[in-house]
């Protein structure tokens, strides 16, 4: 069956980086775009980053742009997120997740087009 496993989160001082990662199975990987999410304490969830299946257009959000970088390993069913810079504000459950559409050219950031999802890897930035 489809599955994504997120990892990397974890407790980090304002200023510093995280290294996220999702490794996915059950689906061919390689034919999806995929995306970064996120949920604060009482918020909603609300979209980060995307890139396309094949890896050639990446966009992100206003909030991240700049700081965060997505990028993926088609080889190894990867998908990764580099935060840097990162900010009280970033504290939230990160998740990865699948555009439920194969093959689609630009990056879609609605969270109902994505129908398959990681766990969360929570993470925590202190002031």
């Known amino acids: 069956q489809v599955q994504l496993v997120d990892a990397g989160g974890g407790l980090v001082q304002a200023g510093g980086s995280l290294r996220l990662s999702c490794v996915a199975s059950?689906?061919?990987?390689?034919?999806?775009?995929m995306g970064w999410f996120r949920q604060a304490l009482g918020k909603e969830r609300e979209f980060v980053a995307g890139?396309?299946?094949?890896?050639?257009?990446?966009y992100y959000a206003d909030s991240v742009k700049g700081r965060f970088t997505i990028s993926r390993d088609n080889a190894k069913n990867t998908l990764y997120l580099q935060m840097n810079s990162l900010k009280p504000e970033d504290t939230a459950v990160y998740y990865c997740?699948?555009?439920?559409?194969?093959?689609?050219?630009?990056?879609?950031?609605?969270?109902?087009?994505?129908?398959?999802w990681g766990q969360g890897t929570q993470v925590t930035v202190s002031s």
């Open positions: 059950g689906f061919t990987f390689s034919s999806y775009a």
């Open positions: 997740a699948a555009e439920r559409t194969a093959h689609t050219i630009v990056v879609v950031t609605a969270v109902d087009e994505y129908d398959a």
């Open positions: 890139i396309t299946w094949s890896g050639r257009s990446t």
